[in-house]
């Protein structure tokens, strides 16, 4: 079954063309590693499938909902729509975003119990949960500031799997840390893989992406050069300029 279907997606700011027709799809429990030189529009089409940012032109669907943008009329989302859509899928940030002024349970909590109105105990419960799952249960009552940056990342994490959300973005979440706590987020990403989460990580960690992601994405300013499955990608580039990427960052 497919989870998300991107179709020709297109987005600019003032003249600037960052997206051009940009189409994929994901299945379920497929991880979709996203790649590509800064500047190549990766931040932007995960942002688009978040409606952080609204698509000129193409279409989005997740699972039975579609949403339409069409560049000759400009489309107004319905508060619903959006609503709808961010319940279906979960975001992490390269700078974690957790809230200053609240303890990691809190931030946990938050979402679920004032948003969802879900009953406040049954959510702590859940959220120590996920906590001991991503090797925090004993920083529950730490402010974000108390936290180091990989610890921060786990717990943002944590925080977007209380939505229980059936689709995972990744930007670049391990980019912001220091060389020795990148390993604990990754670690943290493979085990939500190997459950099944779909999940599409905009990346620059090639290993992560060869170990982890099924199928891959390489985004040259805009549009997809080169797609399909990680293995035969990363053995076989079809294209010079995936080719090029792959040399350089090997170096
Ligand atoms: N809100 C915005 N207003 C104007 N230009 C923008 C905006 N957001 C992104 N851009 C431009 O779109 C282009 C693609 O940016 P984007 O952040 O999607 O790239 P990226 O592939 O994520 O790069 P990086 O690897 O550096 O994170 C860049 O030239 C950027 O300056
Ligand atoms: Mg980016």
């Not at 619903?80 to 859509?85: Q, R, W």
């Not at 906590?131 to 730490?142: E, F, H, I, S, T």
């Amino acid at each position: 079954m497919n989870k998300l279907q991107i179709q020709d997606i297109y987005k600019s700011f003032h003249e600037h063309a960052v997206l051009q027709g940009v189409s994929f799809t994901a299945n379920k429990g497929d991880v979709v590693a996203l790649m590509g030189s800064s500047g190549s529009g990766k931040s932007t089409l995960l942002r688009c499938i978040n409606l952080l940012t609204v698509p000129d032109d193409g279409i989005i669907q997740i699972d039975n909902q579609v949403l339409r943008f069409n560049a000759s009329e400009k489309t107004v989302l319905s508060n619903k729509e959006i609503v709808e859509l961010r319940k279906k899928v979960g975001m992490v940030f390269q700078q974690f975003n957790l809230w200053a002024h609240m303890t990691v349970l809190e931030n946990l909590i938050e979402a679920p119990v004032h948003v969802l109105k879900q009953n406040r105990r049954d959510t702590i419960a859940e959220a120590k949960k996920l906590l001991a799952k991503v090797g925090l249960a004993d920083k529950l009552d730490r402010y974000p500031g108390q936290l180091s940056g990989g610890q921060q990342q786990r717990a943002a994490i944590a925080r977007s799997l209380m939505m229980k959300p059936e689709i995972m973005l990744f930007d670049e979440p391990t980019s912001a840390l220091d060389p020795e706590m990148v390993g604990e987020v990754l670690n943290v990403m493979q085990q939500l893989a190997n459950e099944g989460m779909t999940m599409l990580v905009a990346t620059h960690e090639l290993g992560f992406a060869r170990r982890v992601a099924n199928q891959s994405i390489f985004l040259d300013a805009g549009r997809i050069v080169e797609q399909g499955e990680t293995k035969t990608m990363f053995s076989n580039p079809q294209t010079p300029r995936f080719r090029r990427f792959l040399e350089a960052m090997q170096h």
